[in-house]
């Protein structure tokens, strides 16, 4: 008999899509083991396998967000690793648009935020997610808002469509 761990794996080597990520999330929701492995696989920094649980996890949130609260800090730890692998840096960044960290990582989220931001070599959609975590935390701490606006401006000239727009969205939130 498989274990959980191994049946996950092969469940996310089998298939890669959609509606694969929504099976694998429902049971992620329903079973906590089927979660806690799904975290640790993220974790684990294992290419193929941490892409593919990264998209389930988007899926996860989306079905249950409180499900992850006890995982967020170490996912946001996650996020510091050298050589993530950009699916896994979108998809928890994707988790920050709409749950906040814990009050003992805002700051560390911050910094990952900002440091994603700035940096031109990070695909669009992981600068344009760290973008909108920026702005939830600085809603939270109104005088970060000063400085929050003029990161995202430094760039705002020269930047993509992608970019210009989500930066319009999170500047009117900031007003």
């Given at each position: ?8 794996k ?8 959609k509606?694969?990520?929504?099976k694998?999330?429902k ?7 089927w979660l806690?492995?799904l ?7 294992e290419t193929l396998?941490?892409?593919r649980a ?8 989306r079905?249950?967000k ?7 800090p170490?996912?946001i730890?996650?996020l510091?690793k050298?050589?993530l ?7 928890t960044?994707?988790?920050?648009e709409a749950?906040?960290?814990?009050a ?5 989220l911050?910094?990952l ?6 940096n031109?070599?990070?695909?669009i ?19 970060l808002q000063?400085e ?11 930047e993509s ?5 989500r930066a319009?969205k ?6």
């Amino acid at each position: 008999m498989k274990s959980v761990a191994e049946e996950l794996k092969n469940e996310l080597v089998a298939e890669h899509s959609k509606t694969q990520s929504e099976k694998i999330a429902k049971k992620c929701v329903a079973e906590k083991i089927w979660l806690k492995n799904l975290i640790k696989i993220i974790l684990e920094n294992e290419t193929l396998l941490s892409q593919r649980a990264a998209w389930v996890l988007s899926f996860v949130h989306r079905k249950d967000k409180t499900c992850l609260l006890p995982y967020l800090p170490q996912l946001i730890d996650n996020l510091s690793k050298p050589k993530l692998h950009d699916a896994v840096k979108r998809n928890t960044l994707k988790i920050f648009e709409a749950t906040n960290p814990p009050a003992n990582y805002e700051t560390k989220l911050l910094d990952l935020s900002i440091k994603f931001l700035r940096n031109k070599n990070e695909a669009i959609a992981i600068r344009v997610f760290a973008m909108t975590a920026m702005v939830n935390l600085s809603l939270l701490y109104p005088e970060l808002q000063h400085e929050v606006k003029e990161i995202i401006l430094e760039q705002y000239d020269e930047e993509s469509p992608a970019y210009v727009s989500r930066a319009k969205k999170e500047l009117k939130r900031l007003k």
